[in-house]
């Protein structure tokens, strides 16, 4: 059984950099044809995709944030985190991984993290 575990602040100023790390366990983050995203949901909002980082190190982001954003991964631990620059109010939300299991595309997941609450505020 696969198991994502999100971490990082609650709470970030504005302009300053957020960043969130994904613990992966009972699976490899190297696991041919997976791909590990995050997603956000901010309140009142639908979910959100903000990018993925392949089995391979490869990675995509949506054309929405990917001047702010960046994911990055650490083999040795399992583990993959966002960047999110220059964040604002409008970047506060829930925010989870999540698995795109081998030989799927975007929108179908197989598992999550429980999420994370992220809140920008002086």
């Known amino acids: 059984q696969v198991q994502l575990q999100e971490s990082g602040p609650g709470l970030v100023k504005p302009s300053q950099t957020l960043s969130l790390t994904c613990t992966v366990s009972?699976?490899?983050?190297?696991?041919?044809?997976?791909?590990w995203t995050w997603i956000r949901q901010p309140p009142g909002k639908g979910l959100e995709w903000m990018g993925a980082?392949?089995?391979?190190?490869?990675?995509d982001y949506s054309p929405s944030l990917k001047s702010r954003t960046s994911i990055s991964r650490d083999t040795s631990k399992n583990q993959f985190t966002l960047h999110l620059s220059s964040v604002t109010p409008e970047d506060t939300a829930v925010y989870y991984c999540a698995r795109i299991p081998p030989n799927y595309g975007l929108g179908t997941y197989d598992y999550w993290g429980q999420g994370t609450q992220v809140t920008v505020s002086s």
């Open positions: 009972g699976g490899s983050i190297t696991t041919s044809y997976t791909y």
């Open positions: 980082i392949a089995f391979s190190g490869g990675t």
